[in-house]
């Protein structure tokens, strides 16, 4: 049975950085798959992806010796296990904001004794390279379980949420948190709240050995998050990407008005 890579680095201590897809295509997704980002994100929560193409995407990225990861659209047993049953080594819940909600995030993840995952599917044996029996044997130490703190509600309760056993990482989402405080949704700002809510959860993590992550627009921001302790990084998306090398291009060429049109 394949292990899953970036979960085994984040609890040595290492950064892994990856990035979202954020288009509903499976070339997409064979494409990225070929960069060399850890792990490759597909974003369910706000996006038109269906579950039949996240399945898809998950097993490209798979076969490519990455690591399919999704963002589910909501913390529900339901999107939980459907994703991970179609083959996800790994989960992102939004908004978990208190202890009973990042219980739930557990009990839907992992199999029994730790959780109630229940037992179903194929592509999830197949996407990890082994039988049924196997996968189910050995999926409570290998699934990637990730609850986004991404509000001053969740920065508030971080000690009790980061508590909870089998949580492997938590992960920022700064557009969300500064919106929680009244600010503009950015990636980054000098705003007290947003900057202490930032050590505060780092120091959550820290207490509980849970690694933290974050979402960042280009790689000299991953470099800065990774040097104040980061270690779960994204950086922007497939998207972004492309529309930020779009604009540079057109503002080279004198080409329209030479802007970004996305971030994300």
């Not at 288009?23 to 060399?36: C, D, K, N, Q, Y």
């Not at 929680?180 to 900057?195: C, L, T």
């Not at 104040?228 to 080279?252: N, R, V």
Request: aromatic content about 6%.
């Amino acid at each position: 049975m394949r292990t899953n890579y970036v979960r085994h680095k984040l609890k040595r201590g290492e950064p892994s950085i990856g990035t979202w897809l954020t288009i509903p295509s499976t070339t997409s997704a064979t494409l990225m798959a070929r960069t060399g980002f850890d792990w490759l994100t597909v974003e369910l929560e706000h996006t038109p992806i269906t579950l039949e193409t996240a399945a898809a995407c998950f097993s490209i990225i798979a076969a490519s010796g990455k690591i399919p990861l999704v963002r589910v659209p909501w913390n529900s047993a339901e999107n939980i296990k459907r994703v991970l049953d179609c083959g996800a080594f790994g989960i992102v819940v939004p908004m978990v904001n208190t202890r009973a909600e990042a219980e739930a995030v557990v009990a839907a993840a992992r199999y029994r004794p730790i959780g109630h995952r229940s037992i179903g599917g194929q592509l999830p044996a197949a996407n990890f390279e082994t039988d049924s029996s196997t996968y189910r044997a050995q999926a409570n130490d290998e699934i990637l379980v990730v609850v986004m703190l991404e509000t001053a509600e969740a920065v508030q309760n971080a000690d009790e949420i980061l508590s909870v056993p089998g949580i492997d990482a938590f992960f920022i989402g700064p557009n969300d948190l500064h919106n929680s405080y009244g600010k503009s949704p950015v990636f980054e700002s000098d705003a007290p709240e947003f900057i202490n809510a930032l050590d505060r959860l780092l120091a959550a993590g820290k207490k509980h050995n849970v690694p933290g992550g974050i979402h960042v627009i280009d790689a000299a921001a991953a470099q800065r998050r990774i040097a104040q302790g980061f270690q779960f990084i994204a950086i922007t998306s497939e998207a972004g990407m492309m529309l930020s090398k779009a604009a540079e291009i057109t503002k080279a060429l004198n080409l329209g008005s030479g802007k970004a049109t996305a971030k994300y």
